[in-house]
């Protein structure tokens, strides 16, 4: 028994010394700015930018195949935050300016608490348990939209964030009129 463990022992030094090795032998080395770029985005892997998530994303922005402002669920905030990493001038999000913020929102009579929209929500925004109505915390939602898919009862839909005084933005003019004074 005791030559068992002491042989066991010694594999496993040897294998783990030889895993040592060959990740420092032959590591890779990824994009530090496309790390970057992926730390700022929100990370609900949506695809509503138009690539598989945010990593692909971040690679084709640190690439320059990309335009900084196609991140939805991070809005102009986000837009602001990946010309911060990149060196550029911010600019409006899509659309002709910053794009209607969608948050989810779970229809209590069709909610059958099958919890698949739980398991669906990369940001944890929606609470509820096994067969009980769910909820959606609102201020935690990203609008990607990923959880309406799965919902086998359709119970879940996409509604424009309500505007308050607390979410109303005032985008200043581009350039503020001379005032001519009779002289």
């Known amino acids: 028994m005791f030559t068992a463990i002491v042989a066991l022992s010694g594999l496993a030094t040897l294998f783990g010394c030889l895993l040592g090795y060959a990740s420092v032998r032959f590591r890779v080395e990824g994009d530090p700015l496309a790390e970057r770029l992926?730390?700022?985005?929100?990370?609900?892997?949506?695809?509503?930018?138009?690539?598989?998530?945010?990593?692909?994303?971040?690679?084709?922005?640190?690439?320059?195949?990309?335009?900084?402002?196609?991140?939805?669920?991070?809005?102009?905030?986000?837009?602001?935050?990946?010309?911060?990493?990149?060196?550029?001038?911010?600019?409006?999000?899509?659309?002709d300016g910053e794009p209607?913020?969608?948050h989810a929102v779970i229809h209590e009579e069709g909610c059958?608490?099958?919890?698949?929209?739980?398991?669906?929500?990369?940001?944890?925004?929606?609470?509820?348990?096994?067969k009980l109505m769910h909820t959606v915390i609102s201020a935690e939602c990203t609008g990607c939209g990923l959880c309406v898919g799965p919902c086998p009862v359709n119970a879940i839909e996409l509604m424009p964030v309500e505007v308050t005084l607390s979410t109303w933005k005032w985008t200043l003019p581009a350039a503020l009129p001379t005032l001519r004074t009779a002289a």
């Open 112 to 130: 059958v608490g099958c919890t698949v929209c739980i398991k669906a929500c990369p940001v944890d925004a929606i609470l509820g348990a096994t």
């Open 38 to 95: 992926d730390a700022v985005l929100p990370q609900t892997q949506c695809g509503q930018c138009g690539f598989a998530g945010c990593k692909p994303y971040a690679e084709a922005l640190a690439k320059g195949e990309a335009a900084i402002d196609l991140c939805a669920p991070g809005g102009q905030p986000g837009v602001v935050a990946i010309a911060g990493v990149l060196g550029v001038e911010p600019t409006s999000a899509a659309n």
């Open 100 to 102: 209607v913020r969608m």
